[in-house]
């Protein structure tokens, strides 16, 4: 089997990997500067084949351009007209998953309140440093004024798009594409009102709209249309800090921006497409609309204004030689039709035991037996019996092996062990002592009072006591070095003695059988304790089992 197709066969699972795209290579859309790894691949020199050139993608588009900010968007029906946007792009694909797009949106977007509001402290509305000749009944801050505006826009971006639907394990032609995208760019508008009737006179928005309420707001904006003429003939309020082009009668702000979007290519045929995109463009402004002040005109809003642009286009394919772009292709079809060459011409498996005769090293297993990868007879504890008839197949090394299983020595019975531990204990029932100490148990600070925590240790000396009859306990109490001396030897006896009233409660074993001792602050487990941590340890009560008389 050949050093591509072997590998070929594992391209199954990183097939974004493979650069060919085709079911055949054709070599005319190979460029020259990758015909040599073309060559090496053809020749079975390398697993790799080479890239070949790919379409530009150029289009058209149009759709609905909407300012999201502090006026209502009218995108159709209102007054000035429809908000429209249109565009054009074009785009290279980078590789199976990503490619560049260079585009450019223009267009108009409008908006209208359907309430009124009062001007506050809009410097265009206002008259504030701005040539806007019959704003002057305007320059009181509290008089009524429905806001509305007129945005143009042109908008050049950079995006990196991303498809995530062209590889494809069940199907080769990839008809619909899905895409994200994110970018940056340049953003330039400009925004106007409708302030001013036919004689240059402000709007009586004060006497139009009444009565407000929500549920009457198709009313009101019927009500305000009806008064505007649809002229935008006032400049709107701009940032003067920002990068703008012009006077204050003409101003355009220019912005760095952000973009995401999202959306679908349809591949009519190799060189046709329509597209369907949502963009979200972010220029980092609140002015997008000519407003940024609350309801009560004193104080800006808290958030930024964002375009929304939703379109329709067509793309077309260019380029000779080249494949079509790469977010229509899938990449496992050349993949797939390669993997139909290299399966093996010969499945023949004599000896019924998994493994064909191409790759079996021992084609005449008996029947039954259990083989390894190779088809070769198993013997998982190497005794020297097949699997197939060692009635113990995993037999222990740690002991002789007879007639293929374990040979076992004598085993303790639970008789001798428990023989084994009294043994154990010989010393100290027969008189002879012992080092050997039983838990110890703790107390609080200036207390003799047994604690919850100490019970399990307590239980393990009340069982030892109650089977070993003939053994004694002594009982020695300890106190820290904390308080007088007299005060200490006293505490260390009543600990000791409340461990032991506690084991003749608790387990019946008869108050002959302690030795009471108490050291108070003499023998300390922890010499110059310090930390409570420390003196806790040296508050205690000790058991140590002795010879008995």
């Known amino acids: 089997m050949s050093i591509k197709r072997t590998l070929l066969a594992l391209l199954v699972f990183a097939a974004p990997a493979v650069y060919a795209q085709n079911p055949s290579i054709n070599e005319e859309n190979i460029p020259d500067g990758r015909m040599e790894q073309h060559e090496q691949f053809m020749a079975d020199e390398t697993p790799y084949p080479a890239k070949p050139r790919n379409m530009w993608s150029v289009g058209l588009h149009v759709g609905a351009l909407n300012v999201a900010g502090d006026v209502a968007a009218r995108p159709i029906g209102g007054v000035g007209g429809v908000s429209l946007g249109y565009g054009a792009f074009v785009r290279k694909a980078l590789g199976y998953g990503t490619s560049l797009r260079l585009g450019y949106v223009g267009g108009t977007s409008y908006g209208q309140n359907w309430d009124r509001q009062a001007t506050g402290r809009n410097r265009a509305l206002l008259n504030v440093g701005y040539e806007n000749p019959g704003l002057n009944d305007l320059g009181d801050p509290y008089v009524a004024f429905v806001h509305n505006f007129e945005t143009k826009v042109h908008d050049i971006s950079l995006d990196a798009m991303y498809n995530f639907n062209n590889l494809k394990f069940h199907k080769g032609q990839n008809t619909v594409s899905f895409f994200v995208g994110a970018g940056g760019g340049l953003f330039l508008y400009k925004t106007a009102y409708d302030a001013l009737d036919a004689n240059g006179a402000p709007y009586d928005f004060y006497n139009t709209v009444n009565n407000v309420s929500y549920s009457n707001r198709s009313d009101q904006r019927d009500a305000v249309e009806g008064l505007m003429d649809g002229e935008f003939e006032t400049p709107a309020e701009y940032d003067e800090d920002r990068w703008t082009f012009g006077d204050s009668a003409d101003a355009t702000t220019a912005r760095l921006r952000a973009s995401l979007s999202a959306g679908l290519n349809i591949r009519v045929s190799k060189r046709i497409s329509i597209d369907l995109e949502h963009r979200v463009i972010m220029p980092f402004d609140d002015l997008l609309d000519g407003q940024r002040w609350e309801y009560g005109g004193r104080t800006f809003t808290s958030s930024n204004d964002v375009m929304h642009y939703t379109s329709l286009g067509l793309s077309i394919q260019l380029g000779g030689n080249a494949d079509e772009p790469s977010w229509f292709v899938n990449p496992m079809d050349y993949v797939y039709n390669e993997l139909k060459e290299i399966q093996p011409t010969d499945m023949t498996d004599s000896d019924g035991d998994g493994v064909i005769d191409l790759l079996d090293e021992e084609v005449d297993t008996p029947e039954n037996y259990p083989v390894d990868s190779k088809g070769m007879t198993l013997d998982s504890d190497k005794d020297g019996c097949p699997d197939g008839e060692d009635p113990e197949p995993f037999s222990s090394p740690q002991f002789p092996i007879q007639d293929c299983q374990n040979v076992m020595g004598n085993l303790l019975t639970a008789e001798e062990v428990e023989q084994l531990i009294d ?103 922890y010499d110059g304790a310090r930390a409570e941590s420390q003196h806790r340890v040296n508050r205690r009560v000790e058991f140590k089992p002795v010879a008995g008389n």
């Open 423 to 525: 043994n154990k204990l010989e010393p100290v029932l027969g008189g002879a002592g012992s080092n050997w100490f039983l838990p110890n148990i703790h107390f609080d600070l200036n207390s003799s009072r047994i604690k919850a925590e100490s019970y399990d240790e307590l239980a393990y000396v009340g069982e030892v006591m109650k089977k070993y009859k003939d053994l004694k306990i002594e009982v020695v109490g300890h106190a820290d070095i904390r308080g007088s001396e007299a005060y200490n030897t006293d505490l260390s006896r009543n600990r000791a003695e409340a461990a032991i009233t506690f084991l003749k409660e608790k387990y019946g074993v008869s108050e002959g059988r302690f030795i009471l001792k108490y050291e108070g602050e003499s023998a300390p487990l």
